[in-house]
């Protein structure tokens, strides 16, 4: 009995040992990855605050902190758009000028009023004028007199790069994206509502996807948003011409931007300047 007490004893401390040595090797482990391992929560924190730090000082405003039941898929910060490459390197939320933004959280609420649970779903914001250089030069098989139909040309400035123009479109109470009959960056003629009439005609586009397209067109109406003849998807707050004399032009995702005031135009007959908010330019 004696010599049976004894033996398993010693098993019971040689487990312990080799349990505890087991354990501080695992600790070992953990503590040698914390080491080496970079935080990317700390990172991508860090890397927030400083770009919008960058963006607050030349009027942008985080769109969430404005209105977080506005639902964002930032299409530029991912591999999921026309170009099929991240453009955005650091822009991981959207940027708007701030009453741009405030604008756009009273249609949010319209929207909620006429149809309960549905949101709006912003595609992109404030653009960069160099990532609208590269998408400029990705189309460079296109000619240049037809290219300012896809995107603007970055000599001239967007409405997109004052943060005054946003990409969108609405999805329903469960999250999912209303049939608009063209999906977003879609360069074909149907994308376009000035030839909604002749698809509808045709019934290439539904009467259900018209009706979403009115839809959306009525809600940014409802905060003087105006949607553009070849975009179904694209709204400016306010004209080109005006947007330079009201913001600074962001160059670069640094939060680098400059003055770039476009010059009103003036009306032909009686050569009076034409009243900044009325000014026709749709370039995107």
């Known amino acids: 009995m004696f010599l049976y ?6 098993i019971l401390i040689f487990g312990i040992f080799f349990s505890c040595h087991q354990n501080d090797q ?7 990855i914390e080491d080496t391992v970079p935080s990317v929560i700390k990172f991508d924190s860090t890397l927030l605050i400083q770009v ?12 969430l902190l404005v209105d977080s039941t506005i639902q964002i898929d930032l299409k530029y910060a991912t591999t999921n758009n026309f170009m099929a490459t991240q453009l955005y390197d650091t822009l991981s ?3 708007l000028q701030k009453d741009v933004a405030i604008r756009l959280s009273k249609s949010q609420k319209f929207l909620d009023s006429i149809h309960p649970g549905y949101s709006l779903l912003v595609y992109d914001g404030a653009r960069p004028r160099a990532v609208q ?5 990705a189309l460079d098989s296109i000619p240049i007199y037809r290219r300012g139909k896809y995107v603007s040309n970055p000599r001239n400035g967007s409405v997109h790069n004052f943060g005054a123009a946003v990409d969108l479109t609405i999805v329903d109470s469960f999250g999912i994206e209303l049939d608009m009959g063209a999906g977003y960056d879609d360069f074909r003629e149907i994308a376009s509502p000035k030839n909604e009439a002749r698809f509808l005609k045709s019934g290439e586009l539904t009467s259900d996807q018209y009706n979403n397209r009115k839809l959306l067109r009525r809600v940014m109406r409802y905060s003087k948003f105006y949607n553009i003849p ?21 160059l670069s995702e640094s939060g680098s931007s400059i003055w770039f005031k476009i010059p009103f135009k003036r009306d032909s007959i009686s050569g009076s300047e034409i009243n900044p908010g009325q000014d026709s330019t749709t370039l995107f």
């Open 133 to 137: 250089q590269e998408m400029w030069d």
């Open 230 to 250: 070849s975009e179904w998807w694209h709204f400016n707050a306010c004209s080109r011409i005006s947007a330079s004399h009201r913001y600074q032009l962001l």
């Open 26 to 32: 695992v600790a070992d482990s953990i503590e040698f």
């Open 93 to 95: 939320r959207l940027f």
């Open 52 to 63: 919008e730090q960058a963006m607050r000082e030349i009027g942008l405003i985080d769109l």
């Open 5 to 10: 007490i004894v033996k398993w004893s010693w």
